[in-house]
C-alpha cells in the first residue's frame, strides 16, 4: 500500500529546533512539516509588519533552515511551514536568501497566500457578509476601528499545488495546523479534494501531531516520571497509509515515548466536538478513533471518519483590547498574610489617588491559588507561611493607565509594609489584543500559489 | 477512602478562544465506566465554579475510554486577554484530576 512519511519539526514560534535537527539525519522522513502559528502570534506579527514592511513572519523559520536545509537538501526532504504569517512574500524571499548563501540553486521556493482578508473587510461588510462574532454574536462594528489583522484559516489547497509544481520549501500564512500535513498526503497518496474520508481520517491523525513532542511523552500526565530523557525528547515520525490510518512513532535514539497513553493525551488536546472536528478541508470524526501499541514508540491509529467540508471557513481578526499593567510583591514571615493585605490595599489607595481607570483586575497569591483560584482569590490562612507572593493585575484602557499599575507600587519597597521584598522590575506593559472569531463564505477565497527557482 | 479522579484517569487541557477543553483518559475500561457515571458535565461545573461562566457540555471517546469536556467562558475572555496566571488553561485538568468521587 502507498505510504508517506511525514515528520513533526516545529510545534510553535520559538520552539526547539534540536527535535528537528536530530529528525532528519536519524529518521526516514519525506516531509518536514512546521507550525508556527497560535492564535496570538498573527496579531503580533502583523504588528510588526505595520512597522517595518518586510517583517511579519516567524523569523524562527532562518536559523530553523540553516540548520535543517542541507540535509534536507541531501536526503531530499520537502520542508511545509506556516512561517510567513502576515507576510508569506517577505519571508519567502529570506528564505530564498538563505538557500542561495547555502549554495541550494535549485531549489523552488514556493509561497501560499489568499488568507489575508485585511483590505476586504469593508467591501465584504458591504455585500451582506456579517462577520459577526461565532461566540458571542456580536456585530463587528462594535470594534471595526480596533481591527489590525484579519486572516482565514485556508485549507491545504495551495500547498498540493505547490507540491505538483516540483516545490521544496512551502512558505504559506495562516492555514490550519491540519493542512501543513494533509498537503503531502494529498499529493503523495492521490486523495481527492472531495474524497472525505480519506481528508476525515489523515486530518485526525495531523491532529495527533501537530504540537510535537507533546505526543511522543512531553507533557504526559499519565506517567511523565516514566519517561526517559525528555530533554533529548524526539519529536512525531508518522508513516501515512493511502487508507487514512497511520503509525506514529518518533526519531530514534531520542527521549520520550510514543504510546496509547502519549497519543491519547494529544488526541483530546485543543479539541471541541470530537465527532466533528472542523478544518477548512473537511470535518473529522475522531470519536471512535483506534489506538494500537503495535511496536515499542509505535502507535497505530485508524477508525476515523471524515465528512464533508464545511461552507465556511473560519476567520480569526485580532483587534486592539487596551493594555495590561502588572506587579507582584513578596512578603515574609512573620505576619506574612496580614502584611500582604495591607500592601494590596496600600496599592489599591495608591491606585486610587490617581484616578486609576481598568475595566478589570485580578489578585492572585503565587504558590498558593494562581492557578485555580477564583477572580478575587482569598489569601492563605496560615499564620507561620514562609514567604507569600501577590501578584495584581489589571487591564486598562490606555497605556498611561497600565503603567499605574507599576508606578503605584514601586512605593511599597520603601513606604508599605514592613519586609517587602521581590517587587517585580519594571514589567513590560503589555498590549492586548482580542480575538474575533467569524466566518465568511468558502467561495468568496481564492488560494494563490508561486514558485520560485532558486538561481546563483 | 475516598478516590479522586486522579486515582482513574490522567489528562490534558487547552485554549480555544474562551473554551477551555479538559480531557480525561481513564486507566481501564472499568474507571472509563465509573467516570462516565459521575464526572458528568454538572459535577464538573459545580467543581469549578465561577471558573467557567459559559456552561459545559460532555463528550464521550469509547475506544480509548477518554472524555472530553469544553468549558465556555473559562478563560477571563479567552487566552490573549485574560488575566489568570493560567491564561491559556493548561492545567486546568489537573484541578480536576483532585475531584473526589463517590463511593459506589
Keep these: 500500500m502507498k505510504s508517506v512519511k511525514l515528520g513533526t519539526g516545529l510545534a510553535f514560534w520559538g520552539d526547539s529546533l534540536r527535535p528537528a535537527i536530530d529528525m532528519v539525519e536519524r529518521a526516514d522522513i519525506q516531509y518536514l512539516c512546521c507550525d508556527h502559528l497560535a492564535e496570538l502570534t498573527m496579531s503580533i506579527l502583523s504588528k510588526q509588519k505595520s512597522r517595518k514592511p518586510d517583517l511579519g513572519y516567524t523569523t524562527d523559520i532562518i536559523p530553523f533552515l540553516r540548520g535543517v536545509l542541507p540535509k534536507c537538501h541531501e536526503r531530499g526532504i520537502k520542508i511545509i511551514s506556516n512561517a510567513g504569517g502576515s507576510n508569506p512574500e517577505a519571508c ?300 495584581f493585575a489589571a487591564r486598562c484602557p490606555t497605556k498611561e493607565e497600565a503603567q499605574k499599575v507599576f508606578t503605584e507600587s514601586v512605593p511599597l519597597y520603601n513606604n508599605g509594609p514592613a519586609g517587602a521584598s521581590g517587587i517585580g522590575t519594571r514589567p513590560p506593559i503589555k498590549e492586548l489584543y482580542g480575538i474575533w472569531p467569524c466566518l465568511i463564505p468558502r467561495e468568496l477565497i481564492t488560494i494563490k500559489t508561486t514558485v520560485t527557482e532558486v538561481t546563483a | 477512602m475516598t478516590l479522586r479522579v486522579w486515582d482513574l484517569a490522567h489528562g490534558r487541557s487547552g485554549d480555544k478562544g474562551d473554551i477551555c477543553n479538559i480531557g480525561l483518559i481513564a486507566r481501564s475500561d472499568e474507571a472509563y465506566k465509573r467516570l462516565c457515571r459521575q464526572v458528568t458535565a454538572e459535577r464538573l461545573q459545580d467543581h469549578f465554579g465561577e471558573l467557567i461562566k459559559g456552561g459545559v457540555d460532555r463528550y464521550e ?31 486546568m485538568y489537573t484541578w480536576l484530576l483532585r475531584m473526589e468521587l463517590d463511593d459506589e
Design chain 1, 92 to 391: 519567502a524571499q529570506k528564505v530564498i536568501e538563505l538557500c542561495r548563501e547555502l549554495g541550494l540553486h535549485g531549489m523552488k521556493v514556493a509561497t501560499v497566500t489568499g488568507d489575508d482578508i485585511m483590505d476586504r473587510i469593508d467591501g465584504l461588510l458591504e455585500d451582506g457578509i456579517e462577520l459577526a462574532n461565532t461566540d458571542t454574536g456580536q456585530q463587528l462594528s462594535d470594534i471595526r476601528d480596533k481591527v489590525t489583522q484579519a486572516n482565514v484559516y485556508i485549507g491545504c489547497d495551495g500547498i498540493v499545488e505547490a507540491l505538483e509544481q516540483g516545490a521544496d520549501i512551502v512558505i504559506c500564512g495562516r492555514v490550519t495546523d491540519a493542512a501543513l500535513y494533509l498537503g503531502p498526503m494529498r499529493h503523495e497518496l492521490g486523495w481527492a479534494a472531495d474524497d472525505w474520508q480519506s481528508l476525515g481520517a489523515g486530518t485526525g491523525v495531523a491532529h495527533c501531531i501537530e504540537c510535537g513532542g507533546q505526543a511522543s511523552g512531553g507533557l504526559y500526565s499519565g506517567g511523565w516520571q516514566d519517561m526517559n530523557s525528555l530533554s533529548s525528547l524526539g519529536y512525531p515520525v508518522t508513516e501515512v497509509f493511502e487508507n487514512g490510518e497511520a503509525t506514529l512513532s518518533k526519531t530514534p535514539q531520542t527521549g520520550g515515548a510514543v504510546t496509547v497513553g502519549t497519543v491519547s493525551e494529544q488526541l483530546v488536546y485543543e479539541v471541541l466536538d470530537p465527532a466533528n472536528y472542523l478544518t477548512a478541508d473537511v470535518v473529522s470524526d475522531v470519536s471512535q478513533i483506534k489506538l494500537d501499541q503495535v511496536g515499542p514508540d509505535q502507535v497505530h491509529i485508524h477508525n476515523v471518519k471524515g465528512k464533508p467540508a464545511p461552507e465556511t471557513l473560519k476567520v480569526n481578526m485580532g483587534y486592539r483590547a487596551g493594555f495590561v499593567g502588572e506587579t507582584q510583591f513578596t512578603y515574609t514571615w512573620p505576619d506574612a498574610v496580614k502584611k500582604a493585605k495591607a500592601g494590596l490595599a496600600f496599592l489599591n489607595e495608591r491606585l486610587e489617588q490617581v484616578n486609576f481607570q481598568s475595566t478589570h483586575t485580578r489578585v492572585e497569591y503565587l504558590g498558593h491559588n494562581s492557578m485555580w483560584g477564583p477572580e478575587v482569590c482569598d489569601p492563605p490562612d496560615d499564620p507561620e507561611i514562609e514567604e507569600l507572593v501577590v501578584r
Design chain 2, 61 to 91: 471517546l469509547p475506544n480509548i475510554n477518554a472524555l472530553n469536556f469544553v468549558c465556555k467562558g473559562a478563560l477571563d475572555g479567552g487566552g490573549t486577554l485574560s488575566l489568570r496566571s493560567d491564561h491559556l488553561g493548561k492545567v
